[in-house]
């Protein structure tokens, strides 16, 4: 089992920066992929970014490149998502997930089997 646990989220104007961090305890040395997703209300949920945990390759969604880096501190067992040049379109809950095998779709939410509880972003223009 992994436990997940965000931090970060707020509310910042436009253009502005957050960082988010996802802490991961239990056996995370199962996982080989962390990411991360967004859900606003009535949308459904989107991949945004993710890490392999061996290797730190990145991959992220078309939507946000350049603009957030997804990180990864092995020796605390915390992903970050560093959030730039933020939009109002980028108002959603942001949630830490994890996979314990290898992804074809990094960024799709249906293989991610252990989740955090979520963290509030909200964009105001």
């Known amino acids: 089992q992994v436990q997940l646990v965000e931090s970060g989220g707020g509310s910042v104007q436009a253009g502005g920066s957050l960082r988010l961090s996802c802490a991961a305890s239990?056996?995370?040395?199962?996982?080989?992929?962390m990411g991360w997703f967004r859900q606003a209300p009535g949308k459904e949920r989107e991949g945004v970014a993710a890490?392999?945990?061996?290797?730190?390759?990145?991959y992220y969604a078309d939507s946000v490149k350049g603009r957030f880096t997804i990180s990864q501190d092995n020796t605390k067992n915390i992903v970050y998502l560093q959030m730039n040049s933020l939009k109002p379109e980028d108002t959603a809950m942001y949630y830490c997930?994890?996979?314990?095998?290898?992804?074809?779709?990094?960024?799709?939410?249906?293989?991610?089997?252990?989740w955090g509880q979520g963290t509030q972003v909200t964009v105001s223009s």
């Open positions: 239990g056996t995370t040395s199962s996982t080989h992929f």
């Open positions: 997930a994890a996979a314990g095998w290898w992804l074809v779709h990094k960024l799709g939410p249906w293989d991610y089997n252990y």
């Open positions: 890490i392999t945990t061996r290797g730190s390759s990145t």
